[in-house]
C-alpha cells in the first residue's frame, strides 16, 4: 500500500523556471492538500482540494497554481519560481468524516537559485 | 495573530521524564486537535487527536483539550531518545473543515 506518493523529491531550479510536483494517493480520499515547510514556521497550507474538481486557496497560494486531475492525483505548479520558494513540500490526504487525519507524502525538497 | 501557537523548544528532558507540550489556538470554534510527531527530515505522522474536553491517554501519550482556555496539550510518559522529534499541533474548524492548521511545532530532546 503506498499511501500519498510525491514526485520528484528533490530538485533544484533557477529563478524564473517553472515546474510541477505530482502527487497520488491510492487510499480513496476525496481532500488533498498542499503544504510547505520552512524553518521555524511549520506547515503552512498552499491549495486544497475538498473533493474531485475543486480547489480552493489557503494560508500561502501566491505563485502557485494546482490541478486536481481526478480522484487520486493533485499537482502543484510553479509557473515563475523565485528563491522564496524554497522549501519543502508536503502533499496530503485525509478522508471526509473520519477522525479527520491527514496522511503525508515523503516530501519534496525545492531549491530555486 | 497566528491560528495555533506553540513553543518552538527545544524543550529537554532526561530519559524517563515526563515530557509536557502545549498548544494555544484562536477561533473558538475549533472541534477537531491533532498531535503530529515529525523526525528529522521525514514526513509528520499522526500520534493523538481529541475532540472533547478532558483527556485522552494511548500508550505513553496523553492528549489533554481545555476548549474554555483554548489550550491543548500532549504528555509523553517515560520519554525515551526514539521520542526526540518535533512535535506539530493542529486544528481543524467546522467553517474550513478542510483546513488544518498547524503550529510551528515544538522541538523535543531526550537526553539518555
Known amino acids: 500500500n503506498a499511501g500519498v506518493t510525491q514526485t520528484p523529491k528533490f530538485q533544484v531550479l533557477k529563478t524564473g523556471q517553472s515546474m510541477t510536483l505530482q502527487c497520488a494517493q491510492d487510499?480513496?480520499?476525496?481532500?488533498m492538500y498542499w503544504y510547505r515547510q520552512d524553518p521555524g514556521m511549520g506547515l503552512r497550507l498552499i491549495y486544497y482540494?475538498?473533493?474531485?474538481?475543486?480547489?480552493d486557496k489557503g494560508e500561502v497560494p501566491n505563485g502557485y497554481n494546482v490541478s486536481r486531475l481526478n480522484k487520486r492525483e493533485f499537482s502543484l505548479r510553479l509557473e515563475s519560481a523565485a528563491p522564496s520558494q524554497t522549501s519543502v513540500y508536503f502533499c496530503?490526504?485525509?478522508?471526509?468524516?473520519?477522525?479527520?487525519?491527514?496522511?503525508f507524502g515523503e516530501g519534496s525538497r525545492l531549491t530555486v537559485l | 495573530q497566528k491560528e495555533v501557537e506553540q513553543n518552538s523548544g527545544p524543550l529537554s528532558v532526561p530519559e524517563g521524564a515526563i515530557a509536557s507540550l502545549n498548544c494555544t489556538y484562536s477561533?473558538?470554534?475549533?472541534?477537531?486537535f491533532f498531535w503530529y510527531r515529525q523526525y528529522s527530515g521525514k514526513s509528520p505522522e499522526l500520534i493523538m487527536f481529541?475532540?472533547?474536553?478532558g483527556d485522552k491517554e494511548d500508550g505513553r501519550f496523553t492528549a489533554q483539550l481545555n476548549k474554555a482556555s483554548q489550550y491543548v496539550s500532549l504528555l509523553i510518559r517515560d520519554s525515551q531518545p526514539s521520542d526526540s522529534a518535533t512535535y506539530l499541533c493542529?486544528?481543524?474548524?467546522?467553517?474550513?473543515?478542510?483546513?488544518?492548521?498547524f503550529g510551528s511545532g515544538t522541538k523535543l530532546n531526550v537526553k539518555p
Open positions: 496530503a490526504s485525509s478522508s471526509t468524516g473520519g477522525t479527520g487525519e491527514l496522511f
Open positions: 487510499m480513496n480520499h476525496n481532500s
Open positions: 482540494s475538498a473533493s474531485e474538481g475543486t480547489t
Open positions: 477561533d473558538r470554534g475549533s472541534q477537531s
Open positions: 481529541i475532540y472533547s474536553n
Open positions: 493542529a486544528v481543524n474548524t467546522p467553517r474550513n473543515f478542510n483546513k488544518f492548521y
